[in-house]
T-cell receptor
C-alpha cells in the first residue's frame, strides 16, 4: 500500500503571508494531483503533475513534482481568505483504475 | 450541467439497517467510484467500475455492495450498517475507461454524510 504523508496537517496564517504544503512518499507515482475541498463539498482538482521536476503555476499557487516523482509541494504566495480549505494530494501508480492514493490533507485557514 | 449528483446529503441509520446511497452522473463517464472520507484517514476507495456491468473492489470493500446496470448510475449498498461505517461518502467519475488520467480527471459529487448509531 502506497502512503502519502502531507504536512502540515493544520496551518493558520494571516492574509498576505506565503506558505508551502508538502506531500511525501517512499513510492514512485506516475502522476500526482492536488485537490481543494471546501466544507460540505467534494474535492475539486487543482492540478495534475506528471513529469519529475515539473512546475505548474495557477495564479498565486505553484505546484512542483519532485525529480524522483515521490514528492510534491504546493506553494501559495500572498495567501487570501478565499484560499481557506482542505488541500489534498493524491498519487496514481499506473492506469489508475484502482484509484488514487490520497494524503490525509492539510487544513488551511487564512485569517483576514 | 449537474455533473455528479449524490443523494441523500445526510442519513442516520441504526445498527443493522440497510440502505442505498445513490450516485448519478450526466457526463457519459465510463469510470465511476466510491470513496469514504474519515477524519485522520483521508479518502479511501471502496468500489469502482470501468463501465456498465463491470465492478471491482477497492481498498475497503467489506460491508458494501455495488452494481452498474447503466453508465449513469452507480449505487452503493450498505447491507447491515455498523457504527464503523459512519463516514462521509463520495462518488467520483471520470471519462477515461482506464480510470482517471492526465487529461481525464476525477469529478466528485458533494457527498453523503452517514451516521450509524
Amino acid at each position: 500500500t502506497q502512503l502519502l504523508e502531507q504536512s502540515p496537517q493544520f496551518l493558520s496564517i494571516q492574509e498576505g503571508e506565503n506558505l508551502t504544503v508538502y506531500c511525501n512518499s517512499s513510492s514512485v507515482f506516475s502522476s500526482l494531483q492536488w485537490y481543494r475541498q471546501e466544507p460540505g463539498e467534494g474535492p475539486v482538482l487543482l492540478v495534475t503533475v506528471v513529469t519529475g521536476g515539473e512546475v505548474k503555476k495557477l495564479k498565486r499557487l505553484t505546484f512542483q513534482f519532485g525529480d524522483a516523482r515521490k514528492d510534491s509541494s504546493l506553494h501559495i504566495t500572498a495567501a487570501q481568505p478565499g484560499d481557506t480549505g482542505l488541500y489534498l494530494c493524491a498519487g496514481a501508480t499506473g492506469g489508475g483504475a484502482d484509484g488514487l492514493t490520497f494524503g490525509k490533507g492539510t487544513h488551511l485557514i487564512i485569517q483576514p | 450541467n449537474a455533473g455528479v449528483t449524490q443523494t441523500p446529503k445526510f442519513q442516520v441509520l441504526k445498527t443493522g439497517q440497510s440502505m442505498t446511497l445513490q450516485c448519478a452522473q450526466d457526463m457519459n463517464h465510463e469510470y465511476m467510484s466510491w470513496y469514504r472520507q474519515d477524519p485522520g484517514m483521508g479518502l479511501r476507495l471502496i468500489h469502482y467500475s470501468v463501465g456498465a456491468g463491470i465492478t471491482d473492489q477497492g481498498e475497503v470493500p467489506n460491508g458494501y455492495n455495488v452494481s452498474r446496470s447503466t453508465t449513469e448510475d452507480f449505487p452503493l449498498r450498505l447491507l447491515s450498517a455498523a457504527p464503523s461505517q459512519t463516514s462521509v461518502y463520495f462518488c467520483a467519475s471520470s471519462y477515461s475507461t482506464a480510470g482517471f488520467s492526465y487529461n481525464s480527471p476525477l469529478h466528485f459529487g458533494n457527498g453523503t454524510r452517514l451516521t450509524v448509531t
